[in-house]
């Protein structure tokens, strides 16, 4: 036997390192020393660069191209048009929102820096200046950057290739410019709610145009073998699966002769789940040259024409008792999604799970709608880091509690603890139709208002507003308060899929004769630690130490078909498909252990990491012996090996929670924000690996910091997007970004395997409304609703200057 | 587009190529050199992730020409281990307080500590969070960026005490 035969139990778990430890990562060998690979790292022989040639425009008719002095510079290769795509019938490309987008333009551009021609060459220097080369003739026509002027009377028709068509992918368009309506819930039933109601607020809530904007921008490689009829595609891809169901669908290589490659990501938050011009046009060159071609596409391509975020403009309504108790909702979304509808979601759903939007609370009855229209700006629609559409949902939430809290001149925290929906009353049935599985709001809230002592700070708050209003002080202190129920894990194949693909996940397990296994999902780590993770929920499971286990994802020849990793999906799906495989692979082991010691498998108990015979606890095989036995001695008529798979179609979504507190300092003179303190509280269900937990609550945080600060891809009247690099785009250093208090509780999810739920969006849903509830509560003694994000100190200012605070 | 001679140490070698006179260095160090520690994360020296060191100075090499690094030394993310495998404390750090997540800043933050720590041996935490203020990190909020700074420099003050006892 092993010295494992005379460890303590203790030792024996410490040495499985499974499920609730703070294992270090396995990533992060390669990556401090220089080794890890990410897309623009690998090299293939003979390859070639491609570059974009874009619209200066946001809008107009292309007149003419001419590529002859961009084709005369010395090592150009080609330049694709929209001439040269169309025989192919890939000048267009199918959506996942069910639109179409045009891989280069044909007749006109719709926002600017669309794609126009493609430029390949020897190195990315030459395709850059042959870029330049090309010339492209203009007729300009006039933009439209408002979204509330999109569907005026009158209005130019962006859209021409679907002009007068009056079915959408959605329903009925009642516009050139619209792109559909959604409807949900019981209008009737709402607008009843809000006339009979003793109070009511209705506030328009923008949540702004942002860009998730990974360190590492999109790239891809393709390498088309013409002997073999082969397709290699590397590509940043967080869902390489769908990537390779796109591509053949678009190409008409077979998919088993396409090989889509995701290897590592530089961070994702949903700008790699979608498919872009480039990843086709880089297919198309290589299919055309013989030779593989890449595509890296700089920061302000990447700002300015690969996948925005939000842009939602939320009209909500609430209906609510003199005391308090809310009676109802209502919000209508006016969405901009840009040139072409190419939202991230779940093909049902256009809006996302924007109808998430009733929060922690129990809202009777509630109506949403949301029309989602066309503008001369780029396409997108992500999900940045947060489930579909989730972030501006708890966004309008959380904001009009606040707005519903002044107008009843009531605590914020108050009116959402007599709002909650109770420990007692889930699995809770939302007005809007989601079945919540599980959760805790009012300990949470508790221990967060305990923990920060919020009365204290309500206490101070009241003097400061004294001093200042005595003239004694020029700093405003704001608190804000949120508290978000999110929704991820899509998704059960009943209502969700991504183009007919049901939203499922897998992982496949192969265990060696030596007690080593190697374990392959189907979803895709942009950073979140997959490859330590994975294993500790399959450690705990199987018994066979983490550090033994490896894990790969990214490779559609190896890994089982999944849907990739998004949504906060990878631990609720892919997590589940682990913790069942594990499972499986224990049921045979069990059989396999009572064969070894000749018991019945009825006499077996698990003890970490191996079979005891109960009453006999000095018989036992582990699991190391049993995986040797599945080579060599098994019982009579099993197949050797001890290999499984699990493709995991989740019963329900999860739905994790949280309790969160900024407070903020303000000066009145600058308008600068000063965040003082920042307490969350996630409870993510069963937590895997607290250390990887708070990691990822600190980096969401940072993102929804910057969003509520300082993040806005806006646009000029002629279309002109305004501050598409880092020297205008807000991306938080260290200087800027607060410390971070973490906390917990833990309430599992009833369905999911293990009972985790997801966690590294929740700060970001949760973040932003708790950062613009601050700044906006620092202004409410003064009659202050709302303010438009992001808070800059201009921003900010503005409304100090408008209060007749400033000097 | 005439090309010429450039010669440089890197990582402890010296090395040389033929470069455009506006070859970027973070390209002649990543295509000519291999060394794809250094990343692309602008071109405008805004995030930092090409960071290396270069005569003693942090430098975001997608902003210098391979021309302007003639005949100088310079230390890339892949130099930093010792050559029998040892991981330099820094690298250390990083792993132990989960000071990454994608790894894509990694090493760019890994060679701006390195000189901060030569120019700063004992930073306070606000002189680290200034300190990495030239490289962006999308993931972690740089909350354990710091720890991972303050391991480091708590290792490396260690070292040189016992050195010099």
């Not at chain 1, 086709?280 to 071609?293: D, N, Y």
């Not at chain 1, 300990?443 to 919020?454: G, K, P, S, W």
């Not at chain 1, 000029?716 to 305004?722: A, F, K, R, T």
Request: charged residues 25%; aromatic residues 8%; negative net charge.
């Amino acid at each position: 036997m092993s010295d494992a035969a005379t460890m303590t139990l203790e030792e024996r778990e410490a040495t499985l390192g499974g499920v609730g430890t703070a294992r270090k990562r396995k990533e992060d060998v390669r990556f401090i020393q220089g080794a890890g690979n990410y897309v623009d790292d690998v090299k293939l022989p003979g390859m070639v660069f491609g570059d974009f040639v874009r619209s200066p425009y946001a809008h107009a008719r292309i007149k003419s191209i001419n590529a002859e002095a961009a084709l005369a510079v010395p090592g150009v290769k080609a330049v694709l048009t929209a001439a040269d795509l169309k025989p192919l019938n890939l000048h267009y490309m199918p959506t996942l929102a069910g639109d179409v987008q045009a891989v280069l333009a044909e007749e006109k551009v719709l926002f600017q820096n669309q794609e126009v021609a493609f430029v390949i060459a020897e190195d990315r220097y030459i395709a850059s200046d042959a870029a330049e080369l090309v010339e492209v003739d203009y007729e300009e026509l006039p933009p439209i950057v408002d979204a509330f002027k999109a569907m005026d009377e009158g209005a130019i028709c962006l859209r021409e290739d679907i002009q007068g068509k009056t079915e959408g992918a959605h329903g009925a368009r009642k516009h050139d410019n619209h792109i559909f309506t959604w409807e949900i819930g019981d209008q009737e039933g709402a607008d009843k709610a809000l006339k009979d109601a003793e109070v009511t607020v209705k506030e328009l809530v923008t949540y702004q145009r942002v860009h998730p904007s990974p360190l590492e921008t999109c790239a891809s490689i393709a390498s088309m073998d013409k002997i073999k009829g082969e397709l290699t595609l590397y590509g940043t891809f967080q869902a390489p699966h769908v990537v390779r169901t796109v591509a053949s669908l678009l190409s008409g290589i077979p998919e088993h002769k396409i090989r889509v490659i995701a290897p590592d990501i530089g961070g994702g938050f949903g700008n790699k789940v979608g498919v872009y011009p480039g990843y086709v046009c880089s297919i198309v060159a290589s299919i055309v040259l013989g030779v593989p071609v890449k595509w890296v596409e700089d920061r302000i391509e990447n700002l300015s024409s690969t996948a925005f975020a939000r842009d939602y403009h939320m009209t909500g309504e609430l209906a609510a008792t003199k005391d308090g108790k809310i009676t109802g909702l209502k919000c209508h979304v006016l969405a901009d999604h840009g040139a072409f509808d190419a939202c991230a979601d779940p093909t049902k759903w256009p809006a996302g799970f924007f109808n998430i939007c009733t929060g922690s609370y129990d809202i009777p009855v509630a109506h949403v709608s949301v029309d989602g229209v066309y503008t001369n700006k780029a396409p997108g629609g992500v999900a940045y880091r947060c489930s579909f559409r989730v972030t501006e949902a708890a966004y309008m939430i959380e904001r009009m509690m606040d707005v519903l809290a002044q107008k009843l001149e009531m605590d914020p925290a108050e009116l959402r603890l007599k709002n909650f929906v109770q420990p007692a009353q889930f699995p809770y049935n939302s007005a809007l139709g989601w079945e919540y599985d599980s959760g805790d709001y009012p300990t949470a809230m508790n221990q967060m208002m305990q923990a920060v002592d919020y009365a204290g700070l309500r206490r101070e708050q009241a003097e400061q507003r004294e001093k200042v209003a005595r003239g004694e002080s020029r700093t405003l202190m704001g608190i804000g308060v949120s508290f978000f129920t999110e929704i991820v894990g899509a998704g059960p194949s009943r209502n969700c899929d991504i183009l007919g693909v049901a939203m499922f996940d897998s992982c496949e397990i192969r265990v060696h004769p030596t007690g080593s296994a190697i374990a392959r999902l189907g979803t895709k780590s942009q950073g979140q630690a997959h490859e330590t993770t994975y294993a500790q929920i399959l450690a705990t499971e199987i018994g066979i130490p983490s550090e033994d286990i490896g894990i790969e994802e990214g490779d559609t020849d190896t890994a089982p078909y999944g849907l990739g990793t998004y949504g906060s999906r990878s631990t609720p799906v892919a997590g589940a498909a682990a913790a069942r495989v594990g499972r499986k692979i224990r049921a045979k082991a069990q059989k396999i252990a009572a064969h070894l010691l000749e018991v019945a498998e009825g006499d077996l108990e698990w003890e970490i990491d191996r079979f005891k015979v109960k009453g006999l606890p000095e018989k036992e095989a582990t699991m190391k012996e049993i995986a040797w036995a599945a080579y060599n001695n098994l019982p009579e008529g099993m197949e050797p090996g001890l290999e499984a798979v699990d493709y995991y179609d989740p019963p329900n979504m999860t739905y994790p929670f949280g309790a969160y507190l900024c407070v903020a300092d303000i000066d009145v003179d600058t308008g600068e924000t000063s965040i003082r303190r920042f307490y969350a509280l996630d409870d993510c269900g069963t937590r895997i690996n607290p250390m990887v937990i708070e990691g990822q609550v600190h980096g969401g945080l940072t993102e929804a910091f910057g969003i509520a600060m300082g993040q806005e891809i806006a646009y000029d009247e002629l279309g002109n997007v305004q501050g598409a690099s880092l020297m205008d785009y807000f991306l938080p250093t260290a200087v800027e970004t607060p410390v971070w208090e973490t906390d917990f509780t833990v309430t599992p999810s009833p369905h999911h395997p293990i009972g985790a739920k997801g966690v590294g969006e929740s700060p970001n849903v949760g973040g932003v409304p708790a950062f613009s509830n601050a700044v906006i509560d620092a202004f409410s003694h003064l009659g202050v609703k709302h303010m438009p994000m992001p808070h800059t100190a201009w921003r900010v200012w503005q409304q100090c200057h408008e209060l007749g605070l400033t000097k | 587009m005439s090309k010429q001679q450039v010669k440089m140490t890197v990582n402890g070698t010296e090395v040389s190529g033929e470069v455009e006179g506006r070859t970027l260095l973070i390209h002649f160090l990543r295509e000519n050199l291999g060394l794809t520690g250094p990343h692309i994360g602008c071109e405008t020296s805004h995030c930092g992730a090409c960071t290396v060191d270069l005569d003693g100075r942090s430098v975001k090499s997608c902003t210098l020409f391979a021309v302007q690094a003639q005949d100088s030394d310079i230390t890339t993310v892949e130099g930093m281990a010792a050559a029998d495998g040892t991981l330099h404390a820094i690298q250390e750090g990083f792993m132990q307080e989960h000071g990454l997540q994608c790894g894509f800043c990694t090493p760019g933050m890994i060679m701006r500590t390195h000189r901060l720590l030569q120019e700063n041996p004992d930073p306070t935490d606000e002189e680290i969070r200034w300190g990495i203020s030239g490289n962006l990190c999308r993931c972690t909020g740089y909350q354990n960026i710091v720890k991972a700074v303050r391991y480091a420099a708590k290792k490396l003050n260690e070292t040189t005490r016992e050195a010099a006892e």
